[in-house]
């Protein structure tokens, strides 16, 4: 999941919310018509505690978004007239959520919850993508990766959010024993207002790509049949890279990585023609390294499945037949290979930087012979593991600067709806009644 | 290692790298490559560096390589992972020089 996705799930419930009315018919209260599934007063109450907790992960979830992309990271000081309109939003959310919700459960225990009611189950929907989202600010969306620009959508996101559940809240003081927000009009207030200067500025959605995702893992089911079964393979290979292979295995990696190329390359002459050049490029670029590799040692480190499913890929591409390939599936194989590239150019720099693999190489010295202080020193040549970092270069670090670098990272782009979602919710919080006349009141 | 063993090796493992290194296909050097892997293996990753070695002619290489390897078994090497490299060695020499 993504920050976009987990925002504009919120966004988006939100602003369906906003569009509903009549809110006690809606979770089975006394209408005009006999409704299909009533509830009791009772159930109404509960109902109503229930979306208070909902309320209260996305209001939590607001507090982490504007936390994450304010420069401070200290709790807002004490009330004063002259804060910014930013600290202003954050001062009012932190006090907000200092009352305690109705519903005393913890959020996670909600989230399984089946609701009969339509507006129940997008209350827990907005609950469900505040719990996720919080994973996301302290993963990558925060100042320290995120731009100015990036950080303005995410203050803007939070503050059309704060509006929203502020109009929502007004709504629904006719729910038996609701909650009403603390503090709401100063809130309001305040998040119209970094809502507003949001606008003015201009906002990067960029954003909505950046978020926490899970660790890639190994396919641990038996193995597949055919190309299936190599892309599997390296796959699995890809992903135990992340544990630092020894200089043994790593140099099993790099022979194992050049057939594989051999083989994928023979295979793309009938499949997939465009690959043959670039398989046959870094077949060769591999083989380069194996050799410059030759003296190369270390023993810390693991590396085991790596080679043997490195191997397995190699195997199971010099068994499958041309045939039984698709384009795709080559295409696939070949962005395996650029990832698997780009981590073992990473690996291998740091072996190499943090000293933990060396070179073994016949040095020369001039050793002085003791017996006699006036004779001239003998030379010597004897055998010595030296850092690459030292005079003594291999051929190995241009090889991996130049061509097993990783790709440059691809200029992210806004992902389609971005902007709509948010357009819906400012349009739905707009064309509210309620929101005038809680401004009116606020001024 | 003692300096003998040590010596032995190196000679052995240069042998093994020029052939590799003047192979006439892909395959074929990948498969001298992974011959040198394994006597790297067989002595757990303590290799004397290899040297340059000036002879290109690929028949005397393999053979000087073949006695190299040979020899290591007067150094305590296990026999029959010597005899599996040799294996790998010939698999090699054969890969390359298929018509």
Known sequence: MTYGENAGTIRDELTELLRQHRVLQRIGGPA???????S?????AEMGRTIDRYRHAALTWCRMALDAATPSKEPPGPNTRHRPPLE????WVYRTLRTPPAETRPVLELLDLQHDFELLSRWQSIGRAAALGEHDFTTNVNLGTITPDQALAVVGDAADIVRGLVVLDHRYKNIPGWRRLPWREHLNSAAEDVAGLVREQGTDLTVDVLGWRPAPAAITSPPLPGMAGALQAQHNALVDLARFPHALNLRRILLAQ???????????????PEL??????RANVYRTLVSQSRNLGGIIGHGGVAVAETHNATSRLERVSAHNVSCDQLHALQRLFTLTDARLATTMERGLAEKLYFVSEVVTELVPDPTAADALPDLRRRTAWLPVTSPTQTGILPLLRERLRPPPPRVPEVPPGAQESRLAL????????ELRRLGAHSR | MLLAHALLLAEARSYVAALADHALTLDGALEYERALLQLDALHDGALPP???VPATDMELLKDLAVTAIGHLAYHGVDRLDLELCLAMLQAAHELDTRP
């Open chain 1, 40 to 44: 009791t007063e009772a159930e109404r």
């Open chain 1, 258 to 272: 050049a057939k594989a190329s051999q083989a994928a390359g023979r295979l793309a002459m009938t499949v997939s």
């Open chain 1, 88 to 91: 202003d939003l954050r001062h």
């Open chain 1, 32 to 38: 005009a018509h006999p409704l299909p599934n009533p």
């Open chain 2, 50 to 52: 290899t040297i340059a």
């Open chain 1, 276 to 281: 043959v050049e670039r398989l046959g490029d």
């Open chain 1, 426 to 433: 400012e349009a739905a919080i707009a064309h509210r009644p």
